[in-house]
C-alpha cells in the first residue's frame, strides 16, 4: 500500500500513463473516488433510476434480525470500500456488542470524515479506520480470532471486478480473515436491459458528471490537458459479458497530454473506466464456491432486482 501522499500520486501517475498508452485505452475505476468523485458516488446512491442502493438497504433492513441471529456476540466488523458508512449502521444497530468496526476505504478526507460522524453516533463502538486500497493487503486483527470476524462489502462493488479478479479478491479475503470467516456482501443482480442502462445514464446526469470528474482529476493531480467539453459518457449492457460498462468517448480528433506525455485520440474513441457486472444468484454462489467460501444465506428483495449474501470461510 502507498505510504505517503506521494506514492499515491506515483501511482496515480504510472496507472494513467499505462492506461492511455494501451490500444485499447483504460482507466481504473478506483479512481473515481476522489473528494468530489465521493460525493457525487453519493448522489448517484440517491437517483430515482439507480435502484441497488435502496434495494440493498430495505434487504438488510428487513433482515437485520436474521442476519445478527447468525452471528456472535463481540464481532468485529470490517468493511472494505466503506464510503459514507451509512449502510452499515443497520447492522450496527442490530449487532450483539460489537467489538470493534473498520472501515477501510482509499478516499482519506472522506473516510475520517464519515469515521468521525459515525463515532459520534455510536459513542460505545471502537471505531478503527483504515486508509488503504483494500485490493491490497492491509493490516487487519481482529479480537477473539476469525469466527468473530464480519467483512461487510455491500453496493455490488464485486461487480466493479471482472469475475476473475472477484474471485480473487474473494479467495484473498478469505486467507486474511481465517476459517471461520464471515462476509456479508451485496450483489447486483442480472435483468432487464432498459433497466439496467438507466441506472447508469440518469436522466439529470450525476452519472455523466462522476465519469467526467476523472479527467476533472487527471488534470488537477497530473497536469493533465482534458478538455472535458469534447468527452462523453457512455453506458451501455454488454449481454454477452453480462456487464454495463462506462466509457467516455473522444467527440472528435484531439491529442491530449498528462505531465507532458501525449496520447491521441481517434473521434469516437473511448476510455474504458468502468466495468459494473451482474450476476444470477447461482452464478455469484458458483464464483463464491470456487473462492472457497460457504454460501449460508441469500436475501433478495420481492423484484430480484439485487442480493445479499452471508458467506463463511
Ligand atoms: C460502486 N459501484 C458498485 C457502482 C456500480 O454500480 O457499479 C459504481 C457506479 N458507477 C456508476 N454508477 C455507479
Avoid at 494501451?22 to 446512491?45: H, M, N, Q, W
Avoid at 455523466?208 to 488537477?220: D, G, K
Wanted: hydrophobic share 40%; charged share 25%; proline share 4%.
Amino acid at each position: 500500500m502507498p505510504a505517503t501522499k506521494a506514492d499515491w500520486d506515483a501511482d496515480f501517475l504510472k496507472d494513467v500513463l499505462d492506461g492511455l498508452g494501451r490500444t485499447v485505452k483504460a482507466l481504473p475505476a478506483k479512481y473515481f473516488y476522489d473528494e468530489r468523485g465521493s460525493k457525487l458516488f453519493d448522489r448517484i446512491c440517491e437517483l430515482d433510476e439507480y435502484y441497488p442502493t435502496r434495494t440493498e438497504t430495505a434487504i438488510l433492513s428487513r433482515h437485520a434480525g436474521d442476519i445478527a441471529e447468525r452471528l456472535d456476540r463481540g464481532m468485529t466488523l470490517v468493511e472494505l470500500g466503506s464510503g459514507s458508512s451509512v449502510k452499515v449502521r443497520l447492522l450496527l444497530d442490530v449487532l450483539d456488542e460489537p467489538a470493534a468496526y473498520v472501515p477501510v476505504d482509499i478516499s482519506g478526507e472522506h473516510l475520517e470524515a464519515s469515521a468521525a460522524r459515525l463515532a459520534a453516533d455510536y459513542p460505545d463502538l471502537t471505531v478503527k479506520p483504515i486508509h488503504a486500497d483494500y485490493n491490497r493487503p492491509f493490516p487487519l486483527s481482529v479480537k477473539g480470532g476469525p469466527e468473530r470476524a464480519l467483512a461487510f462489502f455491500p453496493g455490488s462493488t464485486i461487480g466493479n471486478f471482472s469475475p476473475d479478479e472477484a474471485k480473487a479478491f474473494l479467495a484473498r479475503l478469505g486467507r486474511q480473515l481465517g476459517v471461520g470467516g464471515r462476509l456479508l456482501i451485496g450483489v447486483d443482480l442480472k435483468k432487464d436491459k432498459a433497466r439496467l442502462e438507466a441506472a447508469y445514464n440518469d436522466a439529470s446526469g450525476v452519472t455523466a458528471a462522476f465519469n467526467l470528474n476523472l479527467l476533472e482529476r487527471i488534470n488537477r493531480e497530473l497536469d493533465g490537458t482534458f478538455d472535458l467539453s469534447s468527452f462523453a459518457h457512455r453506458a451501455f449492457y454488454n449481454d454477452q459479458l453480462g456487464r454495463i460498462e462506462m466509457h467516455l468517448e473522444s467527440l472528435r480528433p484531439q491529442t491530449i497530454t498528462v505531465a507532458g506525455v501525449p496520447f491521441r485520440f481517434q473521434e469516437g474513441e473511448t476510455i474504458h473506466t468502468e466495468v459494473s457486472h451482474k450476476y444470477a444468484v447461482a452464478e455469484f454462489a458458483d464464483l463464491a464456491r470456487e473462492a472457497h467460501w460457504d454460501l449460508e444465506e441469500t436475501w433478495t428483495d420481492a423484484e430480484d432486482l439485487f442480493s445479499v449474501h452471508l458467506l463463511t470461510a
